[in-house]
Antibody, heavy 122, light 107 residues
């Protein structure tokens, strides 16, 4: 069973950047999209974007275009989400999540990381 | 962007009762691209249903999904104590993929 393990909590200043990692166990990392979803305190879920590691194909929600970069390293089976120009509204738990179907970003997410709390505060 | 509206916002029921949760889309969504998740406090969401009606691996058969077009339903036939949580629907037929605002199922 694939597991996704994320990096630890971060506290950042407004205007800075944060990079969150998501390491996959198992040997199928390259073939399944990894997505990033965030959840502000007490709020719902918001899809940010995803990547298919074997192709390097990415897709981003328009809201985050230009501010988010999602990458993947096949050699370490790790995906990364880099969010720049942070503001207080970016305070949230950030989850990585694996798509259910091979080579498809647009699919249900069947495996989730444990979440990474990112706090943006001066 | 496709907006998903879930109702009710909060549903108060007792163990053993039947729960019916609704998810309405602002425009038609292919059933293939509709999923349901359960989230408990302090935990990541868990996939329950994909393709509007297919149960994910390990999900008990008291959970069922139905619907098409703009109206989808998650039904829990007989509530167990561990079912009290927040439930989200998700569509990924239109870009960006979007989630509903959630239904809180409480005792």
């Amino acid at each position: 069973q694939v597991q996704l393990v994320q990096s630890g909590a971060e506290v950042k200043k407004p205007g800075s950047s944060v990079k969150v990692s998501c390491k996959s166990s198992g040997d199928t990392f390259s073939y399944y999209a990894i997505n990033w979803v965030r959840q502000a305190p007490g709020q719902g879920l918001e899809w940010m974007g995803g990547i298919i590691p074997i192709f390097g194909t990415t897709e981003y929600a328009q809201k985050f275009q230009g501010r988010v970069t999602i990458t993947a390293d096949d050699s370490t089976a790790t995906a990364y989400m880099d969010l720049s120009t942070l503001r207080s509204e970016d305070t949230a738990v950030y989850y990585c999540a694996k798509s259910r179907i091979v080579a498809s970003i647009t699919d249900a997410f069947d495996i989730w990381g444990q979440g990474t709390m990112v706090t943006v505060s001066s | 962007e496709i907006v998903l509206t879930q109702s009710p916002g909060t549903l108060s029921l007792s163990p053993g009762e039947r729960a019916t949760l609704s998810c309405r889309a602002s425009q038609s969504v292919s059933a293939s691209y509709l999923a349901w998740y359960q989230q408990k406090p302090g935990q990541a969401p868990r996939l329950l249903i994909y393709g509007a009606s297919s149960r994910a691996t390990g999900i008990p058969d008291r959970f069922s999904g139905s619907g098409s077009g703009t109206d989808f339903t998650l039904t829990i036939s007989r509530l167990e104590p561990e079912d009290f949580a927040v439930y989200y629907c998700q569509q990924f037929g239109g870009s960006p993929g979007t989630f509903g605002q959630g239904t809180k199922l409480e005792i």
